[in-house]
Each structure stands twice: as structure tokens, then as C-alpha cells.
């Protein structure tokens, strides 16, 4: 069984990867109106605060989930959440850059094992290093008794 | 009651619920645009069932975007600063989903109210839930 706190100790707050991202104007305008969305700023590009929804925020991906020495948990990862945290309008077409790191690091007991629950939090920043947005991930593992 | 600004909003109160659209051909394109839609999860019933799912689903962010759109249609004044979803179970597309959210917490000196939100399948057990920070402006 693996120890939580050395994993804490090597991998918390280490930053994993960096990812350059756009979001296609289209794409935000689909995922708002297929959300029910009816927000100017959120489906009319024409809008001077047009922008992209929490829902397609969350759905940017860094190029690894993981570390890249992250050790080997077994079972099958589930997507346990996310969030998304608003602090600058995220405007489409422009460049993005996400920097993940592991947030936190914990695990639960029940009868059926142990499981191990990853979050992993991107930082959107804008191509001047504006911090606009935080995305989290929620991955949950069970954790493989001889792992 | 349109809630025009924070001093509307009521500690306790329900917002109105919100049923949305869930139907597969949403879902696919929702998925298309998240470039979720490679797969069979999010497009088609039979290949999903295939792969040991119980439908095509509703993805969770999509469910997101649902709660998201509640609270900007219970106040045109409100921004979403923080919305955090647990996916507890899965939601199944062409299924109907009822969403509800309560304030639980209302600050008029940062301009800030907190809500529990959850999403919930037809036999309303609960499929995805969490908590919403709004801002008022």
C-alpha cells in the first residue's frame, strides 16, 4: 500500500506540464447553447464581453494526468469532478497557456479497499501571464491491493 | 422574483428548477465540441451498452454547463466566480434531469452567495452535486 504522505512529500504542488491552448469560438458558442445558455456574453461572439463558459474551461486537458514518475496505482482512474474558478473573462481565439500541478492528495477507506483521490488544478493564464482561470480535476483511483 | 442584485437574494431560498435539454443529440454535440466525441460514450446507446455503460451519458462537465445556466437564469446580475461538481453517478442521455440549487450563504458585504446544487435523474437520485460561488455586480 502506498504511503499518502511520501506521495504528498515528492509530488504536491509539483508542476507536471504546460500546455498551449485556443478555444475555437464555435466550440465555446456550441457547448453554451447545448448547456441551455442563453447569456449574451456567453452565445453572441459579437457581445464586447463575449467569452468561454466554466463547462468548457474544465474541459481543457494538460498533456499528462499525472507526473511523470507518479507511481503506478492500478484499477481504473474515474473522473471524479471538476471546478472551475472564474477570475478574468476567458476569451476564445486567444492564446491560453495551462500549467498543472497535483493540489492535493488523499485517500479513503471502505470495505471494497483503499481509494486514492487526485486533484490535479490547471492555472490558465493569458500570453501576458494574466491569471484568468483554475481548473480541477478530480480523479479517483481504487487502489489495486498489491500496489 | 427576477433577483436583480444581492439584496434579493434570500438566505434558505430555492432557486427555480431547471430541466434541460438531454436528448443524444445535444450530448454528441456538446462532446464534439469538448473533443469528447470520438467514442461511443457520449453518442450512441447501443455501442455505449456495449462497452459496459448503462446508455451513452451526459458528461459531467456538460451537467456544469446545466447548473451554470440555472443560476444565469434565476439572475441576470449573478457571475459564477466558483463552480465545484462531484460526479457521483452517471447520467444517461435522452433521460430527463431536474436541477435545484439553495443559498446557503449570503454576504453583502463581499457581494458573495454560496449554493448547494445538484442534479438529479428521473427516480431524483442524485447523479451530480456540489457548490456554486456567485458574485454579484
Partial sequence: MLDVDELKARFLHLEFDSTNFVIDRDKALTVARMSGETRAELTDPSHPDFQASPAIIASLAAGRRLPIHFPELGGIPMDGGKAVTCLAAVKPGVPLNGRTHLHDIYAKSGRSGRMIFLVSRMEIRDAEGKHLATSDSHMVIRERPDA | ?137
Fill in chain 2, 1 to 137: 422574483m427576477t433577483i436583480r442584485n444581492i439584496d434579493d437574494v434570500e438566505f434558505g431560498a430555492e432557486l427555480p428548477t431547471f430541466e434541460p435539454d438531454t436528448s443524444l443529440a445535444s450530448v454528441s454535440q456538446f462532446a464534439d465540441a469538448v473533443g469528447w466525441g470520438a467514442g461511443a460514450r457520449f453518442k450512441d446507446h447501443a455501442l455505449a451498452r456495449k462497452e459496459g455503460l448503462p446508455g451513452a451519458l451526459v458528461p459531467g462537465i456538460m451537467a456544469m454547463g446545466f447548473l451554470t445556466t440555472m443560476i444565469h437564469k434565476w439572475s441576470p446580475a449573478a457571475h459564477v466566480e466558483r463552480i465545484d461538481t462531484v460526479f457521483r453517478a452517471p447520467l444517461i442521455a435522452d433521460e430527463p434531469c431536474v436541477l435545484t440549487a439553495v443559498v446557503t450563504d449570503v454576504d453583502t458585504d463581499t457581494g458573495v452567495v454560496e449554493l448547494d446544487v445538484s442534479v438529479k435523474n428521473e427516480a431524483l437520485e442524485t447523479r451530480v452535486f456540489g457548490t456554486a460561488k456567485v458574485r454579484f455586480r
